[in-house]
Structure formats: C-alpha cells, structure tokens
T-cell receptor, first 111, second 115 residues
Framework: GQNIDQPTEMTATEGAIVQINCTYQTSGFNGLFWYQQHAGEAPTFLSYNVLDGLEEKGRFSSFLSRSKGYSYLLLKELQMKDSASYLCAVLIYNQGGKLIFGQGTELSVKP | EPEVTQTPSHQVTQMGQEVILRCVPISNHLYFYWYRQILGQKVEFLVSFYNNEISEKSEIFDDQFSVERPDGSNFTLKIRSTKLEDSAMYFC?????????????FGPGTRLTVT
C-alpha cells in the first residue's frame, strides 16, 4: 500500500518561517515532490528531492531522508500569498511514472 | 513559458452520459497523465500514457475510462457512462521524462459535475 502523511492544516504569521512535514511509506521511490495548490487551481511545482539532504530554491527549501521516509518543506519570509495547500507527492516508476499524493497541508498566513 | 491546456474548464453532464475531457500537453513532452481530485480530497493518479499506450493505470481507471491521443497534440480522457461519484476536478499532466526528477506539469483542470 501507499501511505503519505502530512498535517491537515497549519497557521503561521507573515514574515515568519514554517516547516511542513511529510512522512511516506510507499512500494517504490523515485523522488519526492512538493507542489503548491491554491483552491480551485492546479498543483504547481515547488521542489524535488531524490537524494538525502537539503535543496534550496529562493524562499523555499526541501529536505529528504530516505532512510526515515521523511521530508519537509521550509518556507521562509512568509507572505500572505503563500496561503495555500502544500502537497507532498512521491514519484514511483514501475511501467510508467506516477505521483502518489498526500492529503495536503492547508497553510494559513496571518498578518 | 509552455503550458498544458485543458478544455472545457467546466463540464456539467447527466448521469449515464459520455464525456470527453481534452488536454494539449507541452509540445516536446512524451509522457502524459490524468489525475483527479474529488472536492476536499487528495489528488489521485488515474493513468499514465506513453508511445500511444497506457503505461500504468490505477484501480480507479476501470472499463468506464479510456484515453487516446487522436493526433499529434491532443490527449483525451473519456468516461463512457458517468456516475455521480465521477464528479471531480480532472487534471492532465505531462513530462519530458518519467523516471527522473523532471516535474510533471499540470494543466488548469476540468471541473466535471455529474447530476
């Protein structure tokens, strides 16, 4: 079975830092993606990790530990527009690549 | 920047009717996908497609569903006899590779409402 867990919702203050955690247990692993999704819109790509460690991309960083089945997304200098759902997804390649998504973490940024 | 497009943006249909959702993937991409998201739930994989064949499909993708690449640009999802529970947002995605870190680019989605 495939299991990807992330907190349902989080609240943070504008200008602060927030860390969104994701744990996974999947039948395969070819990388972990983080997507941002605003209500009623498509997921948009934020970051990708396939090796252990930290990947930094502007205000966003993502960390992966494959041995622990754990990742986090770090958002710095939060802005109101960062209020959205953040989706953790594992890429699994068998015959074809597919993304297995977690439930998503609804982040509310308050002034 | 190239993007995946989908039509229509919203489709309303009656239970039992056939619907076809259309997608135009990014032109140099070779791998195509359909996902769905029921309101308030997670994004779910339906099917992946490469070289005019289904590469993989989920349990959701039963005999009521089919995909096709009728020409060099379009990629379609057909639901033969819609059910109430098919109401969802359907996202098409495409990627240049399937097993590397290349991101899957998502289209804006088609909201399907079955009444």
């Amino acid at each position: 079975g495939q299991n990807i867990d992330q907190p349902t919702e989080m609240t943070a203050t504008e200008g602060a830092i927030v860390q969104i955690n994701c744990t996974y247990q999947t039948s395969g692993f070819n990388g972990l993606f983080w997507y941002q999704q605003h209500a009623g819109e498509a997921p948009t790509f934020l970051s990708y990790n396939v090796l252990d460690g930290l990947e930094e991309k502007g205000r966003f960083s993502s960390f992966l530990s494959r041995s622990k089945g754990y990742s986090y997304l770090l958002l710095k200098e939060l802005q109101m527009k960062d209020s959205a759902s953040y989706l953790c997804a594992v890429l699994i390649y068998n015959q074809g690549g597919k993304l297995i998504f977690g439930q998503g973490t609804e982040l509310s940024v308050k002034p | 920047e190239p993007e995946v497009t989908q039509t229509p943006s919203h489709q309303v249909t009656q239970m039992g009717q056939e619907v076809i959702l259309r997608c135009v993937p990014i032109s140099n991409h070779l791998y195509f996908y359909w996902y769905r998201q029921i309101l308030g739930q997670k994004v779910e994989f339906l099917v992946s497609f490469y070289n005019n064949e289904i590469s993989e499909k989920s349990e959701i993708f039963d005999d009521q569903f089919s995909v096709e690449r009728p020409d060099g640009s379009n990629f379609t999802l057909k639901i033969r006899s819609t059910k109430l529970e098919d109401s969802a947002m359907y996202f098409c995605a495409s990627s240049e590779y399937r097993d590397r870190g290349d991101e899957q680019y998502f289209g804006p989605g088609t909201r399907l409402t079955v009444t």
